[in-house]
């Protein structure tokens, strides 16, 4: 029972800071605050997290252990490249639009802390290109896909999923929609996005 008390504590408080890092970004966000969020004293919050630094990168550590996983699959897969952009577009806008903090939260940390991108690619869940690389060439080669380098066709990817969610505040206002509608927009793009790319590189 005291294992089952302290991982449901810890569970508790990571939730609590997910939360008040979200609204409060890691420079904003106070030890005290998240304790309140989570119904817990200072005391008890500091006896399973140390400082505030500790206590944000499990709550990111724990984000990336659900994403990266799914991302590093479907890269080293042997899907067509066609199937690994339609599967990874709809993989991680499906994730992020249950996970809407995940993105500020990941470009605020690296603006703020780039040496933490070294932490995240010592995670052997961190994806990696290799396979991508040698697919893409192989799909070039036999004239399927339209010449373009692993690592520019890879950003594309990255930057039409990511940015959306990135500007919400801005692109909620462009587009008139409310948090409901502007949902629903993500959910049609993991359809678009993958149209557009694969229209754009597909050798025809």
């Given amino acids: 029972m005291k294992k ?6 810890e569970e508790h408080i990571l939730e609590a800071a997910k939360l008040v890092f979200q609204s409060k970004g890691m420079d ?15 005391a008890l919050l500091h006896y399973y997290f140390r400082s505030k630094q500790m206590l944000f990168e499990a709550v ?6 659900l994403l990266a996983p799914q991302l590093k699959a479907i890269l080293n897969d042997e899907s067509t490249i066609e199937n690994k ?7 991680y806008i499906s994730f992020i639009v249950k996970h809407p903090y995940i993105p500020n939260f990941i470009i605020q940390e690296l603006n703020r802390n780039p040496d933490f991108l070294l932490k995240m690619k010592e995670n052997p869940s961190f994806p990696n290109l290799d396979k991508f690389k040698k697919q893409l060439q192989k799909e070039i080669e036999n004239g399927i896909i339209n010449p373009i380098s692993a690592e520019q066709l890879f950003i594309n990817i990255m930057a039409l999923n990511v940015f959306p969610f990135v500007a919400k505040p801005l692109l909620k206002a462009f587009t008139n929609t409310d948090d409901k509608a502007y949902n ?19 050798h025809t």
């Fill in 4 to 9: 089952s008390k302290d991982e449901n504590t």
């Fill in 28 to 42: 904003g966000a106070r030890m005290q605050e998240i304790a309140d969020q989570a119904g817990i004293n200072k």
């Fill in 60 to 65: 990111f550590n724990n984000a990336f252990s």
């Fill in 85 to 91: 952009i339609r599967n990874f577009t709809s993989n």
């Fill in 184 to 202: 629903k927009l993500m959910e049609d793009r993991e359809i678009e996005i993958a149209n557009f790319i694969i229209n754009a590189i597909k």
